[in-house]
């Protein structure tokens, strides 16, 4: 069985928001090929609905025009 690690994807885009936002990113493990980023409770993006993972540019518009 082939176990997928998204850590070093998440770790990247982590930075990425931290740097170009300065906000808190907590990092949640989870399993079954979740890979999710919310706002403040609200759902930004989510790879089981889209089936691909976030570009960095995504999430800061996705954010923008929800907060």
């Known amino acids: ?3 997928l690690n998204y850590r070093p994807r998440a770790d ?3 930075a990425f928001l931290q740097e170009r936002t300065g906000a808190e990113v907590e990092l949640v493990a ?3 090929g979740a890979f999710e980023v919310s706002l403040d409770g609200r759902l930004l993006f989510s790879k089981l609905a889209t089936g691909r993972f976030p570009e960095p540019e995504e999430i800061l518009s996705a954010g923008q025009t929800e907060g």
């Open 1 to 3: 069985v082939c176990r």
């Open 12 to 14: 990247r885009l982590s």
């Open 30 to 32: 989870s399993r079954g």
